[in-house]
């Protein structure tokens, strides 16, 4: 693989220039693209030929999507109560879908991975992950070296739920943090100190949590180059294994809560490159490597090691060091992956729970990939995880001529490599140091369905 792979360049006055709309490919074809002529029995029809072919170890992704307060600048799907009886609810719901899935499955299915997203997942009582966990337990057979995550939210979490967690089998954490800067907290309503979340990062190392990863935000409102380098150097000094480092996507249109984050307060597009800029300087000064899109490890944690192996992948989750297994998904406007297809769950809880009563699976669309689908989908993954690709791989993989096949798209990749991006050979396509922070731009090329589309104005920006 590259040796160079993990050398980074942050041309500011490039990404300035190239910067455009982009969507974040947990997916390929995304989430936008899965059609309602997709539902539960063409789902259904999909796993019955995976027990066909024998099927092969499982991913499992539940989400949990309440959480008590509302994060001004949050754009993950989420319902926010204080009534704490609305999680007895949902996860009675969660178990007879987990149950329907199980029994579809067929018995003995392995398990590799396990995340729970959110929402907040602890918003569960203990009693509710105990309740979750012996299900799956119950269901799947969990392999002793999988890669089982959550997200945490440090507020309200009591040392004690991390404790249940690594009992349960949870070994890797991702604890939202965004900015320690008061100011910040306060114009997003989201008070969190940094006690709470050391303690929860001692709490998860005490534990035998393998993997501990941070969440920051830039470009929030209120935001400063002084306020988030000192964010980073305390979040430096606490030792985490991984840390991502996401880019605030203000678009107040599709999410209703940011109309209460107040424009004037965000800074311009120069102070976010700037806070960027230092933030990447900062993380690989202190010895961490980009993976790739927002995401920086240690050079011992073992993305770093799958990267420099030629061994990662990306997935809903963002990157992972294990193979593309299928995924089954639970719980509201969860998406799932079988075979070659995308599976979306609806997007409403009354509307989830509806389809439960009725014995449905509450699949609301998704998509049956084609063989074109596919081989966009390989190169993305190899851009996104590698920063290259081997065209006569693709050759022998798909069976086809990948010069002639995608002439259109490496016409437009020359004007990449002529400001420097990429490089261009007959066997292979290199994505250079300072074209690692627009992959998404260079992915882009390859997406088919954006060639149809005339505007990208519901992505946000690559930066
Ligand atoms: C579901 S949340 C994490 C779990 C937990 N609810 C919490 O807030 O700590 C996942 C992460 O998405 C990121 N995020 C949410 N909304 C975002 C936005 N509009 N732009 C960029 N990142 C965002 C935050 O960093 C957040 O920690
Ligand atoms: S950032 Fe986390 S806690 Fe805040 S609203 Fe979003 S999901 Fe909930």
Redesign the pocket.
Known sequence: MNNAVNQLVVDLELIRRLDKNGPRYTSYPTADRFAKDFNADSYKRWVAQRRASGGGPLSLYIHIPF?NTL?F????NKVITKDRSKSAEYVRYLLKEMAMQAELLGPGQTLEQLHF????PTFLSDDEIREVMAAIAKHFKMVPDGEYSI???PRKVSDDTIALLGQTGFNRIS??V?DFDEEVQKAVNRIQSEEETLRIIAAARANGFKSVSI???YGLPKQTLEGFGRTLDRIIAANPDRL?I????HMPTL?MPQRRIHEEDLPSGQMKLDILSMAVNKLTGAGYVYIGMDHFAKPEDELAVAQRQGMLHRNFQGYSTHADCDLVALGVSAIGKVGPTYSGNFRELEQYYDALDRNELPVMRGIVLDHDDMIRREIIQALMCHFELDKPAFDREFKIDFDSYFATEQDELREYEREGLLELSPQRIVVTPKGRMLIRNICMVFDKYLRTRTEHARYSKVI
Request: aromatic share 16%.
């Open positions: 959480c994060c600048y949050c754009a993950c997203g959110g929402g907040t997200e945490i939210d604890i939202g965004q969440d920051l935000i991502s996401y880019n605030y996507a999410f």
